[in-house]
Structures are given as C-alpha cells and as structure tokens.
C-alpha cells in the first residue's frame, strides 16, 4: 500500500490463484463485476477482473480490490463456500424444472393412451353388446324352432294303414 519504490529482481509469484486472490494495490484501477477463476461469471467476488501489471516479468492476476483485515480470508472462503452452495442449488434447481418439464410430456402421453384406450374399451363394449343382442334373436330362434318341432311332432296325423 501507497509504496512509491517498485523494483522487482526477477519472476515471482504475487498471487495464490482463485479463490484466494493475490494482494491488494494502492495504485490499482481495476474493477469488481464478475467473479470465478477466470473472472467471467456473474457478480463481484472482491478480486479485480484484471490482472495488475507489476512490470514485464511480473503479474498479480487476482488483485484484491480492498486491503486484506485478518478476517478478510474467513470471510471470503464463507463467500465462496455461500456461492458455490448457491450455484449448487441454482443447478438442481434447473435440474428439477428439466425433469418436471419431461414428467409433463410423460404424463401427457400416458394420458393420450389412457384416453385412446378408453375409446378402444367403448368400441368393444358396443360391438359385445350388439353380439349380446344377437345372441338373444338367435336363441328365441332356436328356441320357437325347437318348439314348433315339437308341437308338429306331437300333433303329427296319425296316418291309417
């Protein structure tokens, strides 16, 4: 913070990766509006979206975007961990809508074969209906012919030799 000298000897390494970040910098002018190890998903994470250029050899890729309190790191990995929750339950939850969105055509065409049955079942009862009915003339036929045999063959002429 606020160092006016910056001479730096060789390569070295100035931040410790996502979600850690590197150090904060007084003459950073970077900004905070997205998040993850590539600074490319939604919301700010406290880590700027731009490296900070030390000089040719050198890079703080995570610049924090405010000084680091003991409590800062605690706080962040409550943050990523809060996050990454988030961004759990956000999936499941697309997760859910995709498997109700395929229950609903499921349901759809089960019902479309319950109703297909349904007029199936209709058919048939009438087609053994108009049987049933048939079955019924054809019965009372046989029925008046089996009597009327009868009634000819006990009141048949008697014929005389």
Known sequence: MNNTVRTYAS???WDNGYPSGGNYWTHYTGIDLSSGPYQNETDGDGIGDTSYLID???QDKYPLMTPITPL???LLEKYNDLLADYRNLNSTYHGLLDSYAKLL????ALNATYYNLLADQETLINELSTIRNLMYIFIGTT???IATTVYLAIRKPKITP
Do not use: Q, S
Request: charged residues 25%; negative net charge; proline residues 0%.
């Open 11 to 13: 390569v070295n390494i």
């Open 56 to 58: 040719d050899n050198n």
């Open 72 to 74: 800062y790191y605690e």
């Open 105 to 108: 055509v499921d349901l759809e």
């Open 143 to 145: 029925v008046v012919f």
